[in-house]
């Protein structure tokens, strides 16, 4: 009797050992025959390295090196891209990439060639309002963000003669914090002003700002002020497959054809602006891909 239980859970484990390894093997998230990852990073597709590799040019991907040491750049935006995800997170609907974005200066401070705006115009890429967080660090400082229509926001920080640094909490000493962001922006700028005019003095002092990946932030919390030297900082952003976007047209006709799909359209729909898709319940893969998604 003992012996048949185990024989029978022998099988078992070896069962979902099999099929696990056969899950991973079957699951291709790439293109077939293109170069999935570049250093450690997974490219599934519509991104892709080469011009048969990837759906269209805004989802180009150039891998600088080689083995686990190469980085993975952005081509419609010039930056480093550091995840890629093609599942959208549950609490906002489009999946995200995070990327390597500059950090904003005031006009004193060591130039940082971008200006004051972070600009990913024409990308198929939006700043996510759901994943990132606005910084910014400064003495005496109004901190606003600009260029997204009527509303201003943004954070005021105060001036703080103790040497304590505020390592964990940006909470308006030397550094504040603004959980709100609009979403669906592509462009912003930042001006840095002087909450007191009889500190303009202070006001000589150099401010800068960045939005940042709000996890990232929880987990490796960086000294803020030390921030200040560093060029980049990862930001999330939110893409889709636009109407713009090149053949998305036919994979829109393929994609409502499938069963193995969820996606952000209808059935019934005959034209989309933009859409992101998932395997339907039951399976996983990459559902851009034609047999991309597999049966659990
Ligand atoms: C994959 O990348 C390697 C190294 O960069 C390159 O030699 C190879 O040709 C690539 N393969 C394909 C199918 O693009
Ligand atoms: C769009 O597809 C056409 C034909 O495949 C190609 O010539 C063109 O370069 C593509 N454009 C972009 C932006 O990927
Ligand atoms: C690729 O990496 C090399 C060495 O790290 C660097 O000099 C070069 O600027 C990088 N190229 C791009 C396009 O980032
Ligand atoms: C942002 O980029 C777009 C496209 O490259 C350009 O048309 C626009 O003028 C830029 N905005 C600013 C303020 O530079
Ligand atoms: C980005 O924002 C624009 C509006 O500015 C919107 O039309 C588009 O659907 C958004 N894209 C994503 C991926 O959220
Ligand atoms: C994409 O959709 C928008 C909104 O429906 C529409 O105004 C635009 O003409 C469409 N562009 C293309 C290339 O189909």
């Known amino acids: 009797m003992k012996m048949a239980v185990q024989f029978v859970m022998r099988i078992a484990i070896l069962f979902l ?3 696990e390894l056969a899950e991973a093997a079957a699951a291709p998230m790439a293109k077939p025959d293109c170069n999935s990852t570049c250093g450690n990073l997974e490219i599934p597709y519509p991104f892709g390295i080469g011009p048969d590799c990837y759906m269209d040019k805004l989802f180009e991907v150039v891998c600088n090196g080689t083995g686990s040491s190469a980085k993975a750049f952005l081509t419609s935006i010039d ?6 995800n093609i599942r959208y997170h549950l609490y906002s609907s489009d999946p995200t990439v995070q990327v390597q974005m500059p950090i904003i200066y005031s006009n004193n401070c060591r130039s940082s060639g971008s200006g004051a705006a972070l600009n990913i115009s024409g990308s198929p890429f939006n700043f996510s ?3 990132n967080t606005f910084i910014s660090v400064g003495c005496d400082n109004f901190a606003t963000i600009t260029g997204l229509g009527p509303v201003v926001f943004g954070c005021k920080s105060h001036c703080i003669k103790s040497n304590i640094v505020e ?3 940006c909470s308006g000493f030397n550094c504040c914090e603004s959980s ?3 979403s669906n922006q592509q462009e912003f700028h930042v001006q840095f002003r002087s909450i007191d005019e009889s500190l303009a003095r202070e006001e000589k002092a150099c401010k800068y700002a960045f939005l940042v990946d709000h996890n990232w932030l ?3 919390k960086p000294d803020p002020s030390s921030v ?4 980049t900082v990862p930001i999330v952003l939110e893409w889709a497959i636009s109407n713009r976007t090149n053949h998305s047209r036919d994979m829109f006709e393929s994609l409502k054809k499938r069963h193995d799909v969820r996606c952000s359209f209808s059935d019934e729909d005959e034209d989309f602006d933009s859409f ?18 597999q049966g659990k």
Not at 228 to 231: A, I, K, T
Not at 276 to 289: R, V
């Open 228 to 231: 200040q030297y560093w060029e």
């Open 79 to 84: 930056k480093e891209v550091r995840q890629i």
């Open 17 to 19: 050992l099999t099929y």
């Open 167 to 169: 390592r964990t909490r």
């Open 129 to 131: 309002y759901y994943h």
């Open 180 to 182: 709100y962001f609009p």
């Open 218 to 220: 929880e987990s490796n």
């Open 276 to 293: 992101t898709c998932d395997c339907a319940y039951g399976y996983q893969g990459n559902p851009y891909l034609p047999s991309g998604c």
